[in-house]
């Protein structure tokens, strides 16, 4: 039978609270993360029904947000309805499915742990009951109480001071929950959706990426930058909110923000741009287990692969006198820095057929043309590249400096690189005679 939340007023519980923090025999938690000074927090024994799950939670986000839309619900429908017991019954569900979810050997699920060893750390909640940090196990300790698995007639929660703000339970929630060699990650979307939200409400940037561990202040607008990729192709599909159809491509959304960044005084191209990335989304599996890796060069040459792409589409007559087709090689543009002549209309229509498996392969089959270019001709510059290598280290050479007893070996080592020279050079010749 699964567990039915029942909730009690915020005035009983916080009674009940202060009265079981002062009761005998009564411990206390020596707490840092509240306003970075110790706190010696009152813990509490209290029914396990008195707590309740805190709405503003950021592990839950995702799954809040795509409930509200799917139940016609406006976007307040969990922040108004903590005192509420049907909203507080969803959040249950909720994080009863996260507390069965572990990640490799190192996160072992929540209600594994509770099953083996029970209740070891206190909850964290505020003076009210609403529980900051241990939500997930207060919901595992609950069902599996009601399911048999094992037994929790009360739950052990450290009190926060009645003044704790709202600020102060989204910086405790932040350094709580980041602690990543023990603690199931957010997932992406989620990690996400929390930045934004701690930026909205103007939380340093420096702050924000230190705590969630991030390795720079650029990673911490990439995120929100993906995030918005994601939510727009999520409307263009009429999926809003759906985030299971993204959570497991975030380095796609990344670069294909990062390609959409770069478009900005084309407003052609970047949609043209936003199109691919929603075509590689729709069937990422097409593209290989690295599907972003066929978004990643439009970061810093979409003019060029565009005006591939419209080749190959036969989407412009002056592209090509000839039409292409799948066993057809692949059409290129005589000038690739040019601008195709083609409208990056044309190019996003071709691009929307959501079912559009050629327009895929023709995508896979232009970007691995142009890395196969780019290679080459990276390849064909290698020699300079060399050549001035050498020149240069040479010219760093001052025998004056060097030590009496090296200079027969550096005599030895110049000879070499002097005979190495000798025969690029008469190589060269040969090559440019014929």
Same mark, same amino acid.
């Given at each position: 039978?699964?567990?039915?939340?029942?909730?009690?007023?915020?005035?009983?519980?916080?009674?009940?609270?202060?009265?079981?923090?002062?009761?005998?025999?009564?411990?206390?938690?020596?707490?840092?993360?509240?306003?970075?000074?110790?706190?010696?927090?009152?813990?509490?024994?209290?029914?396990?029904?008195?707590?309740?799950?805190?709405?503003?939670?950021?592990?839950?986000?995702?799954?809040?947000?795509?409930?509200?839309?799917?139940?016609?619900?406006?976007?307040?429908?969990?922040?108004?309805?903590?005192?509420?017991?049907?909203?507080?019954?969803?959040?249950?569900?909720?994080?009863?499915?996260?507390?069965?979810?572990?990640?490799?050997?190192?996160?072992?699920?929540?209600?594994?742990?509770?099953?083996?060893?029970?209740?070891?750390?206190?909850?964290?909640?505020?003076?009210?009951?609403?529980?900051?940090?241990?939500n997930r196990r207060l919901a595992a300790m609950r069902e599996m109480s009601?399911?048999?698995?094992?037994?929790?007639?009360?739950?052990?929660?450290?009190?926060?001071?009645?003044?704790?703000?709202?600020?102060?339970?989204?910086?405790?929630?932040?350094?709580?929950?980041?602690?990543?060699?023990?603690?199931?990650?957010?997932?992406?979307?989620?990690?996400?959706?929390?930045?934004?939200?701690?930026?909205?409400?103007?939380?340093?940037?420096?702050?924000?990426?230190?705590?969630?561990?991030?390795?720079?202040?650029?990673?911490?607008?990439?995120?929100?930058?993906?995030?918005?990729?994601?939510?727009?192709?999520?409307?263009?599909?009429?999926?809003?909110?759906?985030?299971?159809?993204?959570?497991?491509?975030?380095?796609?959304?990344?670069?294909?923000?990062?390609?959409?960044?770069?478009?900005?005084?084309?407003?052609?191209?970047?949609?043209?741009?936003?199109?691919?990335?929603?075509?590689?989304?729709?069937?990422?599996?097409?593209?290989?287990?690295?599907?972003?890796?066929?978004?990643?060069?439009?970061?810093?040459? +979409? !003019?060029?692969?565009? &005006?591939?792409?419209?080749?190959? $589409?036969?989407?412009?007559?002056? *592209?090509? @006198?000839? %039409?292409?087709?799948?066993?057809?090689?692949?059409?290129?543009?005589?000038?690739?820095?040019?601008?195709?002549?083609?409208?990056?209309?044309?190019?996003?229509?071709?691009?929307?057929?959501?079912?559009?498996?050629?327009?895929?392969?023709?995508?896979?089959?232009v970007v691995d043309k142009f890395k196969e270019q780019k290679n080459q001709?990276?390849?064909?510059?290698?020699?300079? +590249? !060399?050549?001035?290598? &050498?020149?240069?280290?040479?010219? $760093?050479?001052?025998?004056?400096? *060097?030590? @009496?007893? %090296?200079?027969p070996e550096v005599a030895e080592q110049l000879e070499i690189v002097a005979?190495?020279?000798?025969?690029?050079?008469?190589?060269?010749?040969?090559?440019?005679?014929?």
């Amino acid at each position: 039978m699964p567990y039915r939340v029942v909730v009690e007023s915020p005035v009983d519980r916080e009674r009940d609270l202060a009265a079981a923090g002062k009761a005998e025999g009564a411990q206390h938690l020596s707490y840092y993360n509240f306003r970075d000074t110790l706190e010696r927090l009152p813990i509490a024994r209290v029914p396990l029904n008195l707590p309740i799950y805190r709405m503003a939670n950021f592990r839950t986000q995702r799954q809040q947000r795509h409930y509200a839309r799917s139940h016609g619900h406006d976007e307040t429908f969990f922040e108004n309805g903590e005192e509420d017991d049907t909203v507080q019954q969803i959040q249950h569900d909720f994080l009863w499915q996260l507390a069965q979810e572990g990640q490799g050997e190192s996160i072992v699920p929540v209600s594994t742990v509770l099953e083996q060893d029970g209740q070891k750390l206190p909850l964290l909640v505020t003076a009210s009951g609403v529980v900051v940090n241990g939500n997930r196990r207060l919901a595992a300790m609950r069902e599996m109480s009601e399911r048999g698995i094992r037994y929790f007639a009360y739950v052990d929660v450290a009190v926060l001071p009645e003044y704790a703000n709202e600020e102060d339970l989204i910086r405790i929630e932040v350094r709580e929950q980041m602690q990543r060699e023990t603690k199931l990650p957010y997932g992406w979307v989620n990690d996400a959706l929390a930045i934004r939200k701690l930026q909205l409400r103007n939380f340093d940037k420096s702050w924000i990426k230190d705590e969630m561990h991030l390795s720079s202040l650029t990673e911490v607008d990439d995120k929100v930058g993906a995030l918005e990729a994601a939510e727009t192709y999520l409307a263009d599909r009429n999926e809003i909110e759906n985030w299971d159809l993204v959570e497991s491509q975030e380095q796609l959304f990344k670069d294909g923000y990062k390609a959409l960044k770069n478009r900005t005084s084309n407003a052609g191209e970047r949609e043209a741009v936003r199109a691919v990335l929603h075509t590689i989304a729709d069937k990422p599996r097409e593209f290989g287990r690295r599907s972003y890796d066929y978004m990643a060069p439009f970061k810093d040459n +979409a !003019h060029q692969l565009l &005006a591939m792409l419209v080749a190959q $589409l036969g989407l412009d007559a002056k *592209a090509s @006198t000839t %039409t292409p087709s799948d066993e057809e090689g692949l059409i290129i543009p005589p000038d690739l820095a040019g601008a195709p002549t083609a409208t990056m209309t044309n190019l996003k229509e071709a691009l929307a057929d959501v079912n559009g498996d050629r327009v895929r392969a023709t995508i896979k089959l232009v970007v691995d043309k142009f890395k196969e270019q780019k290679n080459q001709q990276q390849a064909g510059e290698q020699a300079l +590249a !060399h050549a001035r290598k &050498a020149n240069a280290e040479v010219n $760093l050479i001052d025998l004056s400096a *060097a030590r @009496t007893d %090296t200079l027969p070996e550096v005599a030895e080592q110049l000879e070499i690189v002097a005979r190495r020279c000798a025969f690029l050079l008469e190589q060269l010749r040969t090559v440019t005679k014929s």
